[in-house]
């Protein structure tokens, strides 16, 4: 266990809909990442927050949005969705930002 | 920019043989490097990380690696395999300078699969 969680496990939603996926780090790191993992694209790096400010922006579509609470967890919203959105979209945090990331076990989104 | 690229989707070996699952990397800058392990169902587990110093890595569970820099790899090795050893293996690489916020790169992944 890597005392990053994630809700909920699983997802299952219709096109064209929105869901919020929602990430508590470990006590105590300032730091949280987002991460989609597909067939397709492999596991890529979505965006990251520092103590509740944008640090680091990856492949993120312009429909996905994230913010990172004062109490320092974090929700990725995903709006509009396709099919192709579907994915296990893991969560990670860290201390600071350079130091090791821990892994949540995911969020499995599946649309239908 | 940089990338990873992990030679082999699937690599098999049998139980007491030698592990190696290669990697290698492009960054423009001194990268700092990583392996994880997933295991199904589950998030990535970090192994090992290399970010300065000394050049061979030893991680969990009997792994190890080595940053080569002139090939540009950091081939993951374990020299018996074991049944649980059988999962995916991502190699990732993020940009080790201070204000790059530390985001990871990864590798296609390349599954282990381990034979009795």
């Known amino acids: 266990d890597s005392g990053v969680t994630q809700t909920p496990k699983h997802l299952i939603t219709a096109t064209g809909q929105r869901v919020t996926l929602r990430c508590s780090p470990r006590s105590g790191d300032l730091s949280v990442y987002w991460y989609q993992q597909s067939l397709d694209q492999g596991l890529q790096f979505l965006i990251q927050?520092?103590?509740?400010?944008?640090?680091a922006k990856g492949n993120i579509l312009e429909r996905f949005s994230a913010q990172q609470f004062p109490d320092l967890h974090s929700e990725l919203n995903l709006s509009s969705l396709e099919l192709g959105d579907s994915a296990l979209y893991f969560c990670?945090?860290?201390?600071?930002?350079?130091?090791?990331?821990?892994f949540g076990p995911g969020t499995r989104l599946l649309v239908l | 920019a940089q990338s990873v690229t992990q030679l082999g989707s699937h690599v098999s070996v049998s139980e007491g043989a030698l592990v190696l699952l290669r990697c290698n990397y492009s960054s423009s800058v001194p990268p700092y490097l990583f392996w994880y392990v997933q295991y199904p169902n589950q998030g990535l587990q970090l192994l090992l990380k290399y970010t300065t110093g000394a050049t061979l890595v030893k991680g969990i569970n009997g792994f190890e690696a080595e940053f080569k820099k002139s090939e540009t790899s950091f081939h993951l090795t374990k020299p018996s395999a074991h049944m649980s050893d059988a999962a995916e293996y991502f190699c990732a690489v993020s940009d080790a300078a201070a204000n790059a916020g530390n985001m990871l790169t990864f590798g296609g992944g390349t599954r282990l699969m381990v034979k009795p």
């Open positions: 990670a945090s860290s201390v600071d930002f350079a130091q090791n990331q821990y």
């Open positions: 927050y520092y103590n509740g400010e944008e640090r």
